[in-house]
């Protein structure tokens, strides 16, 4: 329990599966909207959902980075709005004003916790190999040995986020994704890895 709690303090309130290289993350699920015609992203506005300004920051810089290095402008909340002022729809658009920003890009955590996963054989690849040439009782046994053992069973930690593009004139929803890392070993590598999937996704996406 402590180390959830730790996880989620660590961490903000932030079909196809991608994995970044080197990571443990990949991508859970992504959504676009195939009816937007904002074209690719020109600039846009960084927000990290975080009680803590320093996490926050981290996460903020770290995305502005990823951006810029891909020719996008890109721009941290906080460079423009105090971290004690809550996000709401006058502040960001007072903030925004003049500043050319298309979309507002927002991250937070939806879940931390420990989960179990089976690292036994493939269902699929044990009925091709075995299963058609057992009979029930053969089969039965077979199945119930290898899933009654605990050794195929492992406890990781699984930390998941999402992240969200809104076009900034409507306020719509245009983009969105949910990753998941598994045994992270920082806050750090998270956000990093994440920034990989954010950039590869919206690169498949033709939105930079």
């Given at each position: 329990?402590?180390?959830?709690?730790?996880?989620?303090?660590?961490?903000?309130?932030?079909?196809?599966?991608?994995?970044?290289?080197?990571?443990?993350?990949?991508?859970?699920?992504?959504?676009?909207?195939?009816?937007?015609?904002?074209?690719?992203?020109?600039?846009?506005?960084?927000?990290?959902?975080?009680?803590?300004?320093?996490?926050?920051?981290?996460?903020?810089?770290?995305?502005?980075?990823?951006?810029?290095?891909?020719?996008?402008?890109?721009?941290s909340?906080?460079?423009?709005?105090?971290?004690?002022?809550?996000?709401?729809?006058?502040?960001?658009?007072?903030?925004?004003?003049?500043?050319?920003?298309?979309?507002?890009?927002?991250?937070?955590?939806?879940?931390?916790?420990?989960?179990?996963?089976?690292?036994?054989p493939?269902?699929?690849?044990?009925?091709?190999?075995?299963?058609f040439?057992?009979?029930?009782?053969?089969?039965?046994?077979?199945?119930?040995?290898?899933?009654?053992?605990p050794?195929?069973?492992?406890?990781?930690?699984?930390?998941?986020?999402?992240?969200?593009?809104?076009?900034?004139?409507?306020?719509?929803?245009?983009?969105?994704?949910?990753?998941?890392?598994?045994?992270?070993?920082?806050?750090?590598?998270?956000?990093?890895?994440?920034?990989?999937?954010?950039?590869?996704?919206?690169?498949?996406?033709?939105?930079?």
């Amino acid at each position: 329990m402590k180390n959830k709690v730790l996880w989620v303090h660590l961490l903000w309130p932030v079909v196809l599966v991608i994995t970044a290289c080197g990571t443990n993350t990949k991508l859970l699920k992504a959504w676009t909207d195939e009816t937007y015609a904002g074209g690719p992203l020109r600039n846009v506005l960084i927000i990290g959902v975080s009680n803590d300004p320093g996490k926050r920051r981290n996460l903020e810089d770290a995305f502005t980075r990823a951006l810029q290095q891909n020719k996008v402008g890109a721009l941290s909340s906080l460079e423009i709005m105090p971290a004690d002022v809550k996000i709401t729809r006058e502040t960001v658009e007072s903030a925004i004003s003049g500043r050319n920003i298309d979309a507002v890009l927002v991250t937070h955590l939806v879940r931390a916790e420990e989960k179990t996963f089976y690292s036994g054989p493939h269902p699929t690849e044990y009925r091709s190999k075995r299963a058609f040439q057992q009979n029930l009782w053969q089969h039965y046994d077979s199945v119930y040995d290898y899933t009654h053992d605990p050794s195929r069973y492992k406890e990781r930690r699984s930390v998941v986020l999402e992240s969200n593009i809104y076009d900034a004139e409507t306020a719509k929803l245009v983009w969105s994704i949910q990753s998941e890392t598994l045994d992270p070993k920082s806050a750090t590598e998270v956000i990093q890895s994440l920034g990989l999937l954010i950039i590869e996704s919206l690169k498949k996406e033709k939105f930079i």
